[in-house]
């Protein structure tokens, strides 16, 4: 490497390492210290940073790094189009089906023989059009010529060759059906003794490769595809290179796949060798162990390299990558948290890769078959060359290949060194505690009756009177000297404390246990899976999170502790859902999931359906959440009654949201009945119960019996939880419908609508679905109609603050990919009337979206297409097009009101009324405005109440009307 190299390296990694803010002030420096270095130092950085391709004069460089992102290549409409334009042509007795693939030099199509001698399906690979050049034709040759010397059943075989019209080079392989490796080890959730195996596949076809003197020099996992059978398949020797040791020049490679490619080759121009294809190799394999890919940036890159001088660098970096891997990787391996993955690979496993990848290609191994040897000792528990490991590693091994009659060899040791003062210590110890137990034991039965230390049933308690006296004679007892029976004794007023829904004590109980035992040194695994339960109850999801997972990390792999992974990885999931780690979530589910699935305990597989359920509502896969509500209803109606009633809460609440509110009002009674027969009338899940009913009788168009059954959950919420929790926000939410209902109370309603706004993202952060939802719905009050006491200037300030709420709650949904609707209708009219600049087209394609959205999600749901229906027609009025709009809304008005008891579709035909009748004024037909007055003030009386606004709107004008001939618009 020449000075000016060593330079521009040195000023990569200085630069690479510098806080942003001063990157500048460094070029600066750099441009005038020495003009030579910066210069190719900022086109290394603007190549890094995507802004153009690299165009550098460094001589082990330049032409070397022209293409490699096979991604941009593939997205190149120029490109696509060049091979979209052969297929149906001929190449030789081969017509080209189908374009299967497309890199830097050529592109791949699926070819059928077409000359009737024979059927035959192959892989056929031509040059590029648009880079055709000797030199690409050159390395097709060369590409051509070596897969002919090459005959392995690792290796896809040539079948055939030619030139085309123009003398471009072409050839035909056997046709692999087969997947990317990693993507075939994912799909199949592959366990890392799996994925080594199939990498020593790959060893044994590489060192057959270099036997014959070819290197590959473009490993990566798309080149090495895994066929139903798990038979490795090695292809694309595209940028093959005869072995030649003894070349001084090498020819430089056509291009090179960033990340894969060995450092030396980009960053000194060596030949390629062994050596440079141990270390793709090798990042295939940490690729294939941990999830996580190499980067393709060359600034991180040329970073890494130069700072790769200790051997224990790149062990470092893939144990640092197992303990940071996604939730998707680990599952995807077998495995169901972190720390095991990292235990797995540190060690053999991350000796083996940072062999592979040492900066210094001596230091490598020699051939890819002293790599796949290493990788078949750690397969067979042997000690790995990769390892100067010293007796005490060796007899490990040794150990864990025979630990079957170690074990039992140790057992019998173990048995005769026990005795003497061991056993009798031990005794004393176990009739301690149990005479302890006895006592606590005793005393929950003499104070709670049913209660043991197990926990509690669905026994309902008056008040937290009794747990406090039980508390306080648990404290008076004398177990200072026994923590795990104080913990055991703690856990159970826990749940006690949870059954009433004093979740703050509870916790406080539950996390004071999980010390106790910390300190004893006791497993405390049952004691935290309780408290994380409880900190989720309390929407501190974080740390519900972090205690789940620290104490699943503890958890052994065994059908004995089955139910503890299940009930930690449950929590993981929700709180992974409530901090919008959606993927994760899921993935924490699913391996729930599959723990409880064709299990006798049937109560947590139905919460987890349940949970599935809610996420598919809330994602509006509106017929697989039902699915799961009325599976888990099943699942768990005769041994798990409070199960079901969770699964039939969350049914209630789908049902009201498909406006299906006669289902939903006769379900929430059912529910609520059952609730206060078995918690009583005071419970919060009483009255969460209460408020699911009384958002069923509110869209359901029963306001008296709403407005009841609202006050009542508020109460009870407001009672268990305090004014700041998020149970008692949503009950705020659904108390805000009322002000449909009674236009007067708007003043109320709005301010119960933003403290629960304000709760709700305080409680969870503005993206949340539940504050996202609290914030749309303060929009939509925001936007309505306002009562006519409300000033001009006043109304104008609201409409504002809620366009803008709406156009952030909009942009943020667009984000998250989750539809809103009601939210969407007003805003579009909103804007549609504020008309600046393109706001009516705007409007237009959001009620369009709206429209579409609706049908996929919610099929044939009258009410919400009739209402955005009405919206549509309402922009039509708007604009001025007065005919359409009119015709438009008779139609409307007809289905509206036949259709079933809905609130807001009353409303809209209230709306429809008002606004035809304006028609009718604008055109002059005084009879139809009348009409239609009439319409609306009837309607109103008869659907609202005769208190309601529109009411006695329309009443003052009609009176109008008759007096001065018309009525304001």
């Known amino acids: 490497m020449s000075s000016v190299d060593a330079r521009v390296l040195s000023l990569f990694r200085a630069y690479v390492d510098l806080e942003p803010r001063r990157r500048s002030r460094f070029l600066e420096d750099a441009r005038r210290d020495d003009p030579q270095a910066h210069a190719l130092l900022a086109a290394m950085i603007a190549a890094d940073a995507g802004e153009h391709a690299l165009d550098l004069s460094l001589p082990w460089l330049s032409d070397r790094l022209r293409t490699g992102n096979e991604d941009a290549a593939d997205a ?151 066929t139903d059978d798990g038979r490795v398949q090695l292809l694309d020797f595209g940028l093959s ?134 990788l078949q000792r750690w397969l067979q528990h042997r000690p790995v060359r990769a390892r100067d490991g010293g007796r005490l590693y060796r007899t490990g091994r040794f150990l864990r290949r025979h630990r079957l009659a170690m074990g039992l060899a140790g057992v019998t040791a173990l048995t005769a060194a026990i005795g003497g003062g061991a056993t009798w210590w031990q005794a004393y110890r176990v009739e301690r505690e149990t005479q302890a137990t006895l006592a606590v034991s005793r005393l929950f039965e003499e104070t709670l009756g049913s209660a043991t230390l197990s926990g509690l049933s669905d026994t309902p308690f008056s008040s937290s009177a009794l747990l406090r006296d039980v508390e306080t004679k648990v404290r008076g007892l004398d177990l200072s000297a026994q923590p795990r029976t104080l913990a055991g004794a703690l856990t159970s007023l826990a749940r006690s404390r949870a059954v009433i829904g004093d979740y703050a004590s509870a916790t406080r109980l539950a996390d004071e246990a999980a010390r106790l035992l910390d300190r004893d040194g006791a497993p405390s695994l049952e004691t935290r899976a309780t408290l994380a339960s409880l900190l989720n109850l309390q929407a501190r999801h974080r740390q519900a999170r972090s205690v789940a997972e620290q104490t699943l990390d503890q958890v052994p792999h065994d059908q004995l502790h089955r139910p ?48 599935r359920g809610y996420w598919n509502a809330r994602l509006l896969n509106l017929p697989q959440a039902e699915a799961d509500f009325r599976r888990a209803i099943a699942v768990a109606a005769d041994t798990q009654p409070a199960l079901a009633n969770q699964a039939r809460e969350k049914l209630i609440q ?94 109320e309603r709005l301010s119960e609508m933003r403290r629960s706004a304000s709760i709700l993202q305080e409680s969870y952060g503005p993206a949340h679905e539940a504050a996202l939802r609290a914030r749309a719905d303060l929009g939509v009050m925001l936007l309505h109609r306002k009562p006519a006491s409300v000033p001009d200037e006043e109304q104008r300030r609201l409409r504002d603050e809620g366009l803008a709420l709406l156009d952030s709650v909009l942009s943020t949904s667009d984000r ?27 409007a237009r394609r959001l009620l369009v979206e709206t429209q579409t959205d609706a049908e996929r999600y ?33 139609d409307i008005a007809a289905q509206a009101e036949t259709a079933p008891p809905h609130l807001r579709l009353r409303l809209v035909l209230c709306n429809i009324l008002n606004v035809r009748a304006n028609i009718a004024l604008h055109r002059g037909d005084r009879d139809s405005a009348r009409n239609h007055l009439i319409r609306l003030r009837d309607t109103a009386m008869r659907w609202l109440g005769p208190e309601h606004p529109w009411v006695k709107q329309a009443q003052r004008d009609l009176d109008l009307l008759a007096r001065t001939g018309r009525f304001p618009t």
């Not at 049937?602 to 949970?611: F, V």
Request: with cysteine.
């Open 76 to 226: 190149d409409e120029d490109d696509e189009s060049d091979g979209e334009n052969r297929i149906g042509t001929r190449l030789g007795p081969w017509r080209l089906v189908r374009k299967i693939g497309q890199g830097g030099m050529g592109i791949v199509y699926e070819a059928m023989r077409d000359d009737r001698q024979y059927e035959q399906r192959v892989a056929l690979k031509c040059a590029r059009a648009e880079l055709s050049s000797p030199r690409l034709s050159e390395a097709l040759l060369a590409e051509r010529r070596h897969l002919a010397r090459l005959q392995h059943p690792n290796i896809v075989p040539l079948l055939d060759g030619g030139v085309d019209a123009q003398d471009h080079p072409w050839f035909a392989l056997q046709y692999v059906e087969g997947e990317a490796i990693d993507l075939w080890c994912d799909r199949r959730r592959k366990s890392l003794r799996d994925r080594v195996a199939l990498l020593g596949q790959v060893c044994d076809a590489l060192a057959y490769a270099h036997a014959q003197g070819v290197v590959h020099q473009d490993l990566k996992p798309s080149n090495l595809l895994v």
């Open 241 to 374: 290179a005869p072995l030649n040791l003894g070349a001084d020049t090498p020819a430089p490679p056509v291009a090179l796949t960033p990340g894969y490619t060995a450092p030396e080759i980009v960053f000194r121009g060596a030949a390629p060798c062994i050596a440079s294809d141990l270390y793709s190799l090798g990042v295939v394999l940490a690729q294939l162990l941990t999830g996580d890919g190499p980067s393709r940036s060359l600034l991180a890159q040329a970073s890494q390299w130069l700072a790769t001088t200790s051997s224990e660098a790149g062990a470092e970096r893939l144990v640092r990558s197992a303990a940071t891997a996604t939730s998707e990787a680990i599952a995807n391996r077998g495995l169901s948290d972190r720390r095991s993955l990292a235990k797995q690979i540190s060690g053999d496993l991350a000796a083996i890769v940072e062999r592979c990848l040492r900066a210094d290609p001596t230091q490598r191994y020699r051939s890819a078959g002293e790599l796949g040897e290493d």
């Open 564 to 611: 503890l992974r299940v009930r930690l990885l449950t929590e993981i999931a929700r709180s992974d859902w409530e901090l919008l780690h959606h993927r994760d979530a899921q993935d924490a589910l699913d391996a729930a999931l599959a723990l409880t699935r064709n299990q006798p305990e049937r109560g947590p597989y139905a919460e987890l359906l349940t949970l």
């Open 654 to 747: 789908l049902l009201t949201l498909q406006e299906r509110f006669a289902e939903a009002q006769g379900l929430a009674l059912q529910l609520l009945e059952q609730r206060r027969r078995s918690l009583g009338d005071r419970h919060p899940d009483t009255g969460r119960a209460w408020v699911a009913l009384a958002d069923s009788q509110c869209g359901g168009g029963r306001p008296a019996d709403c407005r009841a059954s609202i006050e009542r959950g508020k109460d009870i919420l407001r009672a268990r939880y305090g004014e700041s929790h998020p149970e008692y926000a949503e009950a705020l939410r659904v108390s805000t419908q009322l002000y449909f209902l009674d236009e007067h109370s708007y003043a």
């Open 816 to 842: 998250q990919k989750v539809p809103i609707f009601t939210p969407k209708l007003y805003y579009a009219i909103a804007i549609a009337r504020r008309n600046r600049g393109d706001d009516r087209d705007t």
């Open 858 to 890: 919610f099929g044939d749901s009258r009410g919400l297409h009739l209402r955005i229906s009405y919206y549509l027609a309402l922009l039509a009025y708007i604009q001025g097009d007065l005919a359409t709009a009119d015709a438009q809304m008779a």
